[in-house]
């Protein structure tokens, strides 16, 4: 079974900075291509990065392109979301997926609809 759990998720003031952290339980994680999404109170939830199996391609939505970096330690079975420069319209709860994927393959996915397993995500707000 898949587990997918979120941390680092916070407080903090515009301009601050937090890294969200996504561990998945379970077997060949370097055989997923990994998510992140958020939905804040009434709006739909949006893709805000994506990466694949082995890190080298990554996608970001516009609105957070130069502030975000999504990154992996195959090792640690771990995905990253580090978030700089955060404005209260960032405030949202963050969640991880993840998708297998061909181990010969380099694919990423930015609809949610793609990915199999979620986390339950962590609360990230931003004040002005």
């Known amino acids: 079974q898949v587990q997918l759990v979120e941390s680092g998720g916070g407080s903090v003031q515009a301009g601050g900075s937090l890294r969200l952290s996504c561990v998945v339980s379970?077997?060949?994680?370097?055989?997923?291509?990994m998510g992140w999404f958020r939905q804040a109170p009434g709006k739909e939830r949006e893709s805000v990065a994506a990466i694949s199996r082995g890190g080298m391609t990554a996608y970001y939505t516009d609105s957070v392109k130069g502030r975000f970096t999504i990154s992996r330690d195959n090792a640690k079975n771990t995905v990253y979301l580090q978030m700089n420069s955060l404005k209260p319209e960032d405030t949202a709860v963050y969640s991880c997926a993840a998708q297998p994927v061909s181990p010969f393959g380099d694919q990423i996915y930015s609809s949610s609809s793609r990915y199999a397993y979620w986390g339950q995500g962590t609360q990230v707000t931003v004040s002005s």
């Open positions: 379970g077997r060949a994680f370097s055989n997923y291509a």
